[in-house]
């Protein structure tokens, strides 16, 4: 079983090294993956995230879930603070919070139980939907308080995905519902062992 900060160290390694024109295509694929399931569920309200070193830039649906009146919150999350989510509504009013990571600025905050489905980023994730973040639980914290019924889908390239339990979890940790990349979308409860 592999150690998480192991892991994590490697999967950042790995998309550090990716090619701008992989990061483009991949990601192109990978949202209209994300679209296409958007859309076959019938969302209203969904939780995006302003990628940053070289992650999947699911932003690239910004545009199109916005012509389909579809409620599009983005994470804002500083240092010693929860996680919260805040209404999108056009790029211009973007800014850099901690991190470096876009967020809605004088936006209104969204509750989180208003959300229906959550496309997080994470370092590895694992074919039963464990997911290595960043190492602050700032997800997982946020995820347990999403109201009943509201969908996980872990967004990533092909090669961060691992084979079930192979790196070590913990009991805090929130499972995805599905994962989403560049060859598909997979459903983390259907390939429970």
């Known amino acids: 079983m ?8 490697d999967m950042f390694n790995k998309r550090a090294n990716l090619k ?18 958007i859309k076959k ?27 389909d009146d579809i409620n599009i919150s983005l994470p804002y999350y500083s240092e010693g603070l929860d996680m919260c989510f805040y209404e999108f ?15 809605p600025e004088n936006a209104k905050k969204t509750e989180i139980g208003e959300i229906d489905a959550f496309f997080v980023p994470g370092a590895a994730f694992d074919a039963i939907g464990n997911r290595i973040g960043y190492g602050k639980g700032c997800y997982d914290k ?4 999403a109201k009943k019924g509201s969908l996980f889908i872990g967004v990533c390239y092909n090669f961060q995905v691992f084979n079930a339990n192979e790196f070590e979890i913990y009991t805090n940790d929130v499972k995805m ?9 997979v459903s983390c409860e259907s390939t429970e062992v």
């Open 2 to 9: 592999f150690k998480k900060d192991a892991v994590r160290k």
């Open 20 to 37: 701008s024109s992989e990061v483009n295509i991949s990601s192109l694929i990978i949202a209209q993956n994300a679209y296409d399931f």
């Open 41 to 67: 569920h019938s969302f209203y309200s969904v939780a995006l995230y302003m990628s940053i070193n070289n992650e999947v830039k699911i932003e690239l649906l910004l545009g199109k879930v916005k012509y």
């Open 89 to 103: 509504r056009d790029a211009s009013n973007l800014i850099s919070g901690d991190h470096g990571i876009l967020y």
């Open 142 to 145: 946020a995820l347990t308080n």
């Open 177 to 185: 519902n599905y994962l989403i990349n560049e060859c598909g979308i």
